[in-house]
């Protein structure tokens, strides 16, 4: 409709639609002074001044969220929310260094000789997990309940060169395809593993095995789930080995049936 025109007493206006040719009868009648009270007119300006306030204050937040945590988006931010805080816990860091950030947003650079990782198990059963290694994100987050179970990536550890990935349903998929994917890793390689989600119903000894002889201590403990990450080896000349461990236990869960989101970061020697 074009209109409504707001007459002194009570009027008939008639309105013709925009989009068909019959007209509409509407009677208006005015109720009251057009004009506000004082007093109404302060409780308004007063419900503005707060309402300014209150974004302010949000943008503000918002802002040191993002500057605390170069990769954390606008989108993170509105996940926790959606999840009930099931996802990304926003930690801010202890140590007031601003200086710049190493790859995959490290705290500080690895040295020059190194390797930079960064990893994040998932959330619940909703936020999926992370592996960045060397500035690239192999595997990146996802929040529609994607890459459940073992996520694998395989790196050259003479090169760093993203060899392969695997992803492994350990709720429902075959242990079979997991075992087949560690026994093709080759000599020299980095494997980097996060879990999602339940990481170990389908596992059995002959994949735990496997797995331990990349370097993993936690892999004979683990259980319905956990949250687990691992970095470590197919017979590499640095030998290293990085490792966090949640159970999952329903009186400490941050989440009711699933542990906290942990993450893990760290350097890696280069081979000459």
């Not at 005015?30 to 503005?48: A, E, I, N, T, Y």
């Not at 060397?134 to 309940?145: C, L, N, Q, V």
């Not at 349903?169 to 020299?188: A, Q, R, Y």
């Not at 496997?210 to 004979?220: P, T, V």
Request: glycine share 8%; charged share 25%.
């Amino acid at each position: 409709m074009k209109g409504i025109v707001l007459l002194n007493d009570e009027s008939t206006v008639t309105v013709r639609g925009a989009e068909h040719n019959n007209s509409v009868m509407i009677y208006i009648r005015r109720v009251g002074p057009l004009v506000l009270h004082k007093s109404q007119r302060d409780k308004k300006k007063l419900r503005f001044v707060f309402m300014v306030a209150a974004l302010i204050i949000s943008i503000s937040l918002v802002l040191k969220l993002l500057q605390a945590n170069p990769e954390l988006t606008l989108s993170d931010l509105v996940e926790r929310s959606e999840v009930g805080a099931a996802s990304f816990q926003l930690k801010t860091d202890d140590h007031k260094d601003d200086g710049p950030r190493g790859k995959c947003g490290l705290v500080k650079p690895c040295p020059g000789n190194n390797y930079t990782f960064k990893i994040y198990s998932g959330a619940t059963n909703i936020i999926g997990p992370q592996i960045c290694f060397e500035g690239k994100m192999i595997i990146e987050k996802d929040r529609r309940g994607k890459r459940p179970g073992i996520n694998i990536a395989v790196i050259n550890e003479k090169t760093g060169e993203h060899v392969k990935t695997g992803i492994f349903n350990m709720w429902n998929g075959k242990v079979e395809e997991l075992i087949e994917f560690l026994k093709s890793i080759k000599d020299g390689s980095l494997v980097l593993i996060a879990t999602f989600d339940d990481p170990a119903t389908k596992l059995n000894d002959e994949a735990r095995t496997l797995i331990a002889e990349l370097g993993s201590s936690y892999i004979s403990q683990l259980k319905f789930r956990d949250n687990w990450l691992f970095v470590g080896g197919k017979n590499t000349r640095t030998q290293v080995t990085f490792e966090q461990h949640l159970k999952n236990d329903r009186k400490t869960n941050k989440y009711e049936s699933w542990p906290e989101m942990i993450e893990m970061e760290g350097c890696i020697p280069r081979i000459d």
